[in-house]
């Protein structure tokens, strides 16, 4: 029996959703077709959105873990950059898209280049980051630290799933502490005086019952 032709190395598997880069002579090429750009806009719509989503001037996103979810995304699916646009176009807050928009009112002057969704999403991230980036992420991270304690009626695994959430977007913005500093940061907002004394004691590594979850030490937690 004959064997498949081997597909070529830079053209996306059929079915998968993405746009061919190769022109009519087989060169990599910058011309879309509305049926490639259907496609595409169904691959980016059937995607897992980001938490928080959409970003919104406000929201609790920070820009940094919203630029890693979309970087996993990408690579996990193989994206290009007029998934890129799209993906943008579906994550930001509708008033804040046309807050973005409205300053490059030709946005995508030609929707069937390819070069011009590129040169989009980069006009995109860099307004994203004059909203949302560096200080006003740090500072928004700190506001955010001063109020991070258990709730009412919260469950403890569910409070220290908060504070490990809050420690992932504060790594992604660079805003780093020690191991140590996170564990008495959590200690110090549980709301029991006797589960903050517990969270001390070792834990019997052969318990495997519900309690003992929500008597865990946070050094076990932590790892």
Not at 95 to 113: E, F, T
Not at 143 to 148: P, Q
């Amino acid at each position: 029996a004959e064997s498949a032709p081997e597909q070529p190395k830079d053209e996306p598997a059929p079915g998968s959703g993405q746009v061919s880069r190769r022109g009519p002579s087989g060169g990599v090429g910058d011309a879309l077709s509305e049926a490639s750009l259907e496609k595409i806009r169904k691959a980016v719509k059937a995607a897992k959105a980001p938490p928080g989503a959409p970003i919104r001037l406000g929201g609790t996103e920070i820009l940094s873990s919203f630029r890693v979810f979309y970087k996993n995304q990408a690579l996990i699916n193989g994206w290009s950059e007029v998934h890129e646009f799209y993906w943008l176009s579906l994550n930001i807050e509708t008033k804040l898209w046309l807050q973005i928009s409205g300053v490059k009112l030709n946005l995508l002057p030609n929707p069937l280049s390819r070069a011009c969704y590129g040169r989009a999403a980069a006009f995109i991230w860099s307004s994203l980051e004059r909203r949302f980036g560096a200080d006003k992420e740090i500072e928004k991270l700190q506001a955010e630290s001063l109020t991070l304690s258990q709730r009412p009626s919260e469950k403890l695994l569910a409070y220290l799933g908060r504070v490990n959430d809050y420690r992932a977007r504060s790594h992604y913005a660079n805003l780093t502490r020690k191991d140590s500093q996170w564990i008495a940061a959590a200690r110090s907002g549980i709301r029991d005086p006797l589960m903050r004394r517990l969270s001390y004691l070792p834990v019997d590594p052969n318990i495997r019952e519900s309690s003992a979850d929500e008597i865990a030490p946070i050094g076990e937690w932590e790892a």
